[in-house]
């Protein structure tokens, strides 16, 4: 990851967030990283890069049993404001919503998957 593409997406944290914390200086990642550390966060990107474009309800059953819908659309909507997954209403019919990661969501699952591979068999949960 580049410190340009860490800045951008560090100042798109910082305007998602809804409580706005006094930066202090030192990483231009830290806000990344408290966002995907919100729960089921990594979660839904892994499934959707595994899996590709999903509907909420299938998206659900990929995940694990413990996410609830609430919390699933919530984390949906954090994800595509801050330009990860994208949301596509295909409503011809009854509500039809489909849901993909972007550019940037991809990247973030390469780099999430690049973490994978640094820590030890063991600490991977």
């Known amino acids: 990851m580049t410190i340009s593409y860490a800045r951008d997406t560090a100042s798109k944290m910082a305007d998602t967030e809804q409580k706005q914390e006094p930066q202090a200086e030192g990483c231009l990642v830290d ?16 499934t959707l890069a595994r899996h590709g474009t999903l509907r909420f309800g299938a998206l659900r059953r ?45 990247a973030i699952d390469a780099a999430l998957s690049a973490g994978e591979t640094l820590m030890s068999p063991d600490e991977v949960s």
């Not at 806000?31 to 892994?46: N, R, T």
């Not at 330009?83 to 039809?96: A, K, N, P, T």
């Open 31 to 46: 806000p990344l990283l408290k966002f995907f550390a919100q729960e089921w966060m990594s979660h839904i990107v892994f």
């Open 62 to 106: 990929h995940l694990p049993a413990g996410v609830s819908a609430r919390i699933l659309s919530a984390r949906l909507k954090a994800l595509e404001s801050a330009g990860y997954v994208e949301r596509r209403d295909l409503s011809e019919r009854v509500l039809h919503v489909e849901y993909s990661l972007t550019t940037e969501g991809r």
